[in-house]
């Protein structure tokens, strides 16, 4: 039985409409990480976080899965289904539900959600879909002290026993539209290296040597729902 591991970054996105990080229209050419990004960025100017997810928040309904999230999804479902003797977890490092509207179910969202606020005085993480601002109350303590549910720079992204597990039990690491900039996602390739396969779909070749074994260079809606239905064909 194939076990494959899927990361996604925002790449896998982009040909929804959803902004990358650090393209040519990257997010982080616009606003500074350490003001957006951080705890310390949060405590020092609430709204100015809260306006730009509140931003990202609204432009989800307008924007849809597209065909690598949908063939991602097709593979779970096959597998599921006993049409494909294989097990597929998604970890991504994505914010948006586009894994989700997609279909899929094995998702693990290792640096949040855009549609879960997090309560810092009772804990609470009740999902958003509209604005949220510094005094807007908690409706579960009632308490104005909701932040984003997004794990910032210099925080311990979710999940992360779940994701070592899988990676270690993996027999493929498939990582889809991602730069490999930011750890610890950018160092799950090292972690599976001695017994895994690795490929990387990427739009742009990473200069210089590639910790992954099979690089397969183009738009993920061309090149990931060809690798699925390669998979789905055997
Ligand atoms: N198909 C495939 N790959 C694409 C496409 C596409 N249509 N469009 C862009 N890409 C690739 C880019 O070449 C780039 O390598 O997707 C990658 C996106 O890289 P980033 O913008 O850095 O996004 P990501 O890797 O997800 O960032 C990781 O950084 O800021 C933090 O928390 C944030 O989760 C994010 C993390």
Redesign the pocket.
């Known amino acids: 039985m194939r076990r494959i591991v899927v990361l996604?970054?925002?790449?896998?996105s982009?040909?929804s409409g959803l902004q990358?990080?650090?393209?040519a229209d990257?997010?982080?050419n616009n606003e500074h990480?350490e003001h957006i990004?951080t705890p310390e960025g949060f405590r020092r100017d609430p709204l100015r976080v809260d306006r730009f997810y509140n931003d990202l928040r609204a432009r989800l309904p307008a924007v849809h899965p597209n065909a690598?999230h949908l063939a991602l999804a097709a593979l779970e479902q096959a597998a599921r289904n006993g049409q494909w003797p294989g097990h597929l977890t998604i970890i991504t490092?994505?914010?948006d539900d586009l894994h989700e509207r997609a279909g899929s179910q094995n998702v693990i969202h290792m640096?949040g959600e855009l549609l879960r606020l997090r309560c810092t005085h009772c804990g609470m993480t009740p999902t958003w879909r509209t604005d949220c601002y510094p005094d807007t109350p908690c409706p579960g303590c009632h308490t104005p002290a909701l932040r984003p549910d997004i794990?910032w720079?210099g925080e311990m992204p979710y999940h992360m026993d779940t994701i070592a597990q899988r990676l270690a039990e993996c027999d493929l690491f498939v990582a889809?539209?991602?730069?490999?900039?930011?750890y610890p996602?950018a160092g799950f390739v090292d972690s599976v290296a001695d017994h895994a396969d690795t490929m990387l779909?990427?739009?742009?070749v990473?200069s210089g040597p590639s910790a992954f074994e099979q690089i397969i260079p183009?738009?993920?809606?061309r090149?990931v729902p060809a690798w699925t239905r390669d998979l789905l064909d055997r």
């Open positions: 996604t970054g925002a790449g896998i982009q040909e990358t990080f650090r393209g990257g997010l982080w990480i990004c690598a490092q994505n914010i640096h794990v720079f889809i539209g991602t730069s490999g900039v930011v996602a779909f990427n739009l742009e990473p183009g738009p993920a809606t090149t």
